[in-house]
Nanobody, 120 residues
């Protein structure tokens, strides 16, 4: 059984930075950070597997995903109000092709989420 626990969310002004962390236990494979804003679909903002990383166009150059043993990180810089959302850590149940890393349905295990609010 995979368990994922996020931390590090909060409120910040536009242009600021936050770092999210996700403590993982169990057999994880490809991992990702997803977000969902009110009234919008859940989207993968960054993902990682042994083959590399992928980012949504909206966060390229501003967000960095990394992994250290059982902890997944998301460093978020130059935050914008449109980054406001609930952020979730997620893991796939099997290795994922790098080309499919940004597809939300690839991820079956989810954390409880951590809120990020960016004010203008």
């Amino acid at each position: 059984q995979v368990q994922l626990v996020e931390s590090g969310g909060g409120s910040v002004q536009a242009g600021g930075s936050l770092r999210l962390s996700c403590a993982a236990s169990g057999n994880t494979y490809s991992m990702a950070w997803l977000r969902q804003a009110p009234g919008k679909e859940r989207e993968v903002v960054a993902a990682i597997n042994p083959g590399g990383t992928k980012y949504a166009d909206s966060v390229k150059g501003r967000f960095t995903i990394s992994q250290d043993k059982d902890t997944l990180y998301l460093q978020m810089n130059s935050l914008k109000p449109e980054d406001t959302a609930m952020y979730y850590c997620a893991s796939s149940v099997a290795p994922t092709y790098t080309a499919r890393l940004l597809i939300p349905s690839e991820y079956r295990y989810w954390g409880q989420g951590t809120q990020v609010t960016v004010s203008s």
